[in-house]
């Protein structure tokens, strides 16, 4: 079992930054991949971002590209999400999420989900 908490959402300005952190507990993470999902209302939960627990490859959505950046911490058990030159659209609650990196982007791939945070874009 893996239990994920997210952390790090807010109400930010358009233009503006948001760290999100994602802190791991139970077993290893060493064969996973871990991403982050967003999920506006009425719309899918959508791949943002991913990279893999063991060689920290990364992989971005198109939209984010440029703008947001994943990384982990082996030694704390901790994924973040670095959001800079953030837009309205991005206005959405983030889940953190551990499964298979083969399928990084798919929502079915993963088999662990945090309870997600909140982030709001004002213009």
């Known amino acids: 079992q893996v239990q994920l908490a997210e952390s790090g959402g807010g109400l930010v300005q358009a233009g503006g930054s948001l760290r999100l952190s994602c802190a791991a507990f139970g077993r290893t993470l060493s064969r996973y991949g871990m991403g982050w999902f967003r999920q506006a209302p009425g719309k899918e939960r959508e791949f943002v971002a991913a990279i893999t627990w063991s060689g920290g490859n990364t992989y971005y959505a198109d939209s984010v590209k440029g703008r947001f950046t994943i990384s982990r911490d082996i030694a704390r058990n901790t994924v973040f999400l670095q959001m800079n030159s953030l837009k309205p659209e991005d206005t959405a609650v983030y889940y953190c999420?551990?499964?298979?990196?083969?399928?990084?982007?798919?929502?079915?791939?993963?088999?662990?989900w945090g309870q997600g945070t909140q982030v709001t874009v004002s213009s």
């Open positions: 999420g551990a499964g298979s990196i083969l399928g990084y982007a798919v929502v079915a791939e993963y088999d662990y």
